[in-house]
T-cell receptor, first 114, second 109 residues
Framework: EPEVTQTPSHQVTQMGQEVILRCVPI?????FYWYRQILGQKVEFLVS????????KSEIFDDQFSVERPDGSNFTLKIRSTKLEDSAMYFC????????????FGEGSWLTVV | QKEVEQDPGPLSVPEGAIVSLNCTYS??????FMWYRQYSRKGPELLMY????GNKEDGRFTAQVDKSSKYISLFIRDSQPSDSATYLC?????????FGAGTTVTVRA
């Protein structure tokens, strides 16, 4: 069964460093997303991406964050100048269309900022 | 008022019992209503979705949506220890899912 894959599964970084989280969405999907979940809190939307453009972004997704689809298979989330409060599980997701009933999530990348 | 409200539990039931989970929401624009299952430190796994009001059944799982009350439910019949997980309700609008806090369920053997 096709799945969304994410790397790394866990990353520890120093405060102020830049981090890139990588995702390979399901191959025939067209819409891509990043969500995050701070430990013990709810899953929060960060950004949606379609046709090489951001479709929607949340208040969390400020200038510190950026997304890119550098080639036909990868989808990345870059976090610049990381802060302690960026420590969270980051989930990539994808869907074949714009309807929300078929959004599939990866296993997550656990980011720890020290 | 939170956009999606879900009682975090925890909920503990004996094996074979019916598990009843629910969420309320405030945004009338939501059209798609999903239930995800999440194990500790894993990604949400899509269980079921319902479009607009109505019921949907899939094996031991039944999802219900009442848009007039802004209330959705998930029922798990004949619960098994393997159903122990956190269950997240989620609603879709404007290219994004809005999640509830998740209800942690333990099914005791």
């Amino acid at each position: 069964e096709p799945e969304v894959t994410q790397t790394p599964s866990h990353q520890v970084t120093q405060m102020g460093q830049e981090v890139i989280l990588r995702c390979v969405p399901i191959s025939n999907h067209l819409y891509f997303y990043w969500y995050r979940q701070i430990l013990g809190q709810k899953v929060e939307f960060l950004v949606s991406f379609y046709n090489n453009e951001i479709s929607e972004k949340s208040e969390i997704f400020d200038d510190q964050f950026s997304v890119e689809r550098p080639d036909g298979s990868n989808f990345t989330l870059k976090i610049r100048s990381t802060k302690l409060e960026d420590s969270a599980m980051y989930f990539c997701a994808s869907s074949p269309g714009s309807v929300g009933n078929t959004i599939y999530f990866g296993e997550g990348s656990w980011l720890t900022v020290v | 008022q939170k956009e999606v409200e879900q009682d975090p539990g925890p909920l503990s039931v004996p094996e074979g019992a019916i598990v009843s989970l629910n969420c309320t929401y405030s945004n009338s624009a939501f059209q798609y209503f999903m239930w995800y299952r999440q194990y500790s430190r894993k990604g949400p796994e899509l269980l079921m979705y319902t479009y607009s009001s109505g019921n949907k059944e899939d094996g031991r799982f039944t999802a219900q949506v009442d848009k007039s009350s802004k209330y959705i439910s998930l029922f798990i019949r004949d619960s098994q220890p393997s159903d122990s997980a956190t269950y997240l309700c989620a609603m879709f609008n404007d290219y994004k899912l809005s999640f509830g806090a998740g209800t942690t369920v333990t099914v005791r053997a």
